[in-house]
Every structure is written in C-alpha cells, then in structure tokens.
C-alpha cells in the first residue's frame, strides 16, 4: 500500500503540484484501512455467525445498554447514523431469527422497545469476546502505545469532523 500511496502522491506532484498531495494521501489511506477492516474483517467475521454486520451492531448496541437490553429503534438508528427505513430492514431480519423482540413502550402508547431474546443474547454473549480478539488480531501490528496515539488522533480528527451541537 505505501507503494501505492507514494506513486500517487508523486503523480499528483507532477501533474498539479500545487495541491497538497500529504493531505490527499493521509485521506486515502485512513479510508482504505476503514474498507480493508470492514471487508477483511468486520464482515466476515459477522457472517460466521449468519448475521450480517449491521445486525451485529444493533445486537451489540442492544447488549451495551444493559439490561433489560433494550433500546428505542430512534435511539438504535441515531447512534448507528442510519435512517429510519434502514434500521427498521435490519429489525425486521433480526426479529425473524427470534433475536430481538419488539414491545410496547409503556411510556409512550405509540412507541416500541426493541429488546434482546434470551437467544439473542445467548449469541451476542458468545460472539463478544470473539469480536474483541479479531479486533486485536486486526490491530496487532500497533503496540499498546501506538494504539492509544492512534485513538487520540482519530478522536481529533473525528471531533472535528463531526458538525457542531450548537444552535
């Protein structure tokens, strides 16, 4: 890959060397290395379980709320950044795998819970720990202090990506 990243940016030195090529790089590599995790990785490690990934993370969002592992779909959808539709796909498939349950929400006539079955977090329960381990497999090359430089720079550049909370 740096071979790669390095003829581009040399490539683009010659062809329009006024653009800053370093900033062009730095992007490129930070979304290859997001698609190489989410296809190497990320999604297949979710199909050796028959979910796909996103129902992997509302499992794991639903899990991280604690019990009774239940959240709203607007709660699910706001923190997975999807839309309403989308969130509602991957419910639909999880429920008819007796995964998650939809409820009333007894604070709202018109809302629903979406909550983990006893199946559902049977599973999510065995497959934590296994998601945790390709996780640090995937990041092995990274010692312990290069993995912590790398959350504060991505917690940089992601809070200043991220649009503003103010009126």
Known sequence: MQDRIERMKAEWAREYPELDSDVMA???ALLEAGQLLEKQRLIPF??????Q?????VLASLRRAGAPYE???????EAMLLTSSAMT????????????????DPADRRGVRV????????LI????PKHVANEQDALARLDVAERKELDRL?????????????P
């Open 154 to 166: 991505l917690g940089k550049l992601i809070q200043g990506l991220a649009p503003s909370r103010e």
């Open 115 to 122: 909550r983990l079955t006893a199946k559902g977090l049977d």
């Open 53 to 57: 990934k996103g129902e992997f993370d």
């Open 89 to 104: 796909s991957r419910l639909d498939r999880l429920e008819r795998a007796g995964l998650v349950e939809r409820r009333p």
């Open 125 to 128: 329960n065995e497959i934590l």
């Open 26 to 28: 730095t992007v490129g």
């Open 71 to 77: 959240l709203t779909p607007t709660n699910l959808y």
């Open 46 to 51: 979710a199909a050796k379980f028959g979910l």
